[in-house]
């Protein structure tokens, strides 16, 4: 592509928020066949998932998969796949990132860490990451996230399944799309902040959500076409309603019947609509030699403008 030429000779990485503020309309510089398909995605939203290839990642120019993402080298070496991510998320409406994950960055590292194995978030590998949508203990959360292959020669797939494809009761249906389930905070939005900045805002928010956590539906919007707030292990039915209990189970169920494998790999791009799919990461043996698998994260808002927090780029809770 011959604008990331431009862009990287800007010297501002997309992790950082000054490179939206700068190129907010990045997403128009991708090749007009690229550009058509995500504008298309964008529009029909009868689809919760779509895959580009043919991205260039040099394996070796990379460098070995980092040991976490708080990590000294920076992020020059996946400058280019980083900048070829931005195009897209800015082709797809506003990017942001959240306080409380990885010190605010804009664009973030998903690999395993040693020591978390067995946790239920992108730095685990043991443990089977079960189905969820992004951060969906938030109103706000994420309308799209992106996820581009830089490393994955163990072909460990994501699975995707789409609520617009489950079979459920009337009955269920019903019950799904009552205020009748919390959702909290996954661990990492309050570990990071407790460990590294005990004093951050954002971590008495996370906290209180926690804490105090809303009743929310399951399943909300057009009946008939309904989005779906999913996040297994942190979720629980409003004082262990047992019907409540059996129509998650139904959804659960279901989305493990109609899910199907997609293994991101180096070059390739997943984008996932975050309120019609659900995702989840099989399990894996981490080596901690520098070849384990190695994902870079954005996500994107269809429209921050109407929030008054700007065009792109900003950090927010």
């Not at 975050?274 to 080596?287: D, K, L």
């Amino acid at each position: 592509m011959k604008y990331v030429v431009e862009l990287r000779a800007s010297g501002i990485s997309p992790v950082e928020q000054d490179f939206y503020d700068k190129f907010s309309d990045c997403g128009n510089m991708l090749p007009a066949g690229l550009g058509r398909f995500l504008a298309q995605f964008r529009q029909d939203r009868s689809s919760a998932v779509c895959q580009v290839h043919g991205f260039p990642v040099d394996d070796v120019a990379v460098g070995p998969t980092p040991a976490h993402w708080e990590r000294q080298e920076g992020h020059r070496s996946t400058l280019d796949s980083d900048i070829y991510l931005a195009m897209c998320a800015t082709a797809l409406g506003s990017p942001f990132a959240w306080a409380t994950l990885q010190r605010g960055r804009m664009v973030q590292d998903i690999f395993p860490i040693r020591g978390d194995e067995q946790r239920e978030s992108g730095h685990g590998s043991q443990a089977f990451l079960m189905f969820h949508t992004d951060d969906a203990f938030r109103p706000d959360s994420c309308d799209y996230l992106l996820l581009f292959g830089i490393r994955n020669h163990d072909h460990t797939p994501t699975y995707v399944a789409s609520v617009r494809d489950v079979c459920l009761s009337d009955d269920d249906r019903q019950l799904l799309n009552e205020e009748r389930f919390h959702i909290v905070p996954d661990d990492e939005h309050i570990r990071q902040l407790e460990l590294r900045t005990p004093d951050a805002p954002a971590l008495q928010g996370a906290r209180e959500m926690r804490d105090h956590p809303q009743s929310v539906p399951v399943l909300f919007g057009d009946p008939d076409d309904p989005f779906v707030r999913l996040d297994a292990p942190y979720m629980r039915c409003v004082g262990d309603d047992p019907d409540a209990r059996r129509a998650l189970a139904a959804l659960a169920a279901e989305l493990e019947r109609v899910r199907r494998p997609v293994v991101v790999a180096p070059g390739s791009l997943l984008v996932l609509d975050n309120h019609i799919g659900v995702h989840a990461r099989e399990s894996f043996t981490a080596r901690y030699d520098g070849t384990d698998r190695w994902l870079r994260k954005i996500i994107v808002s269809r429209d921050l403008s109407g929030e008054g927090l700007g065009s792109a780029g900003r950090i927010r809770f």
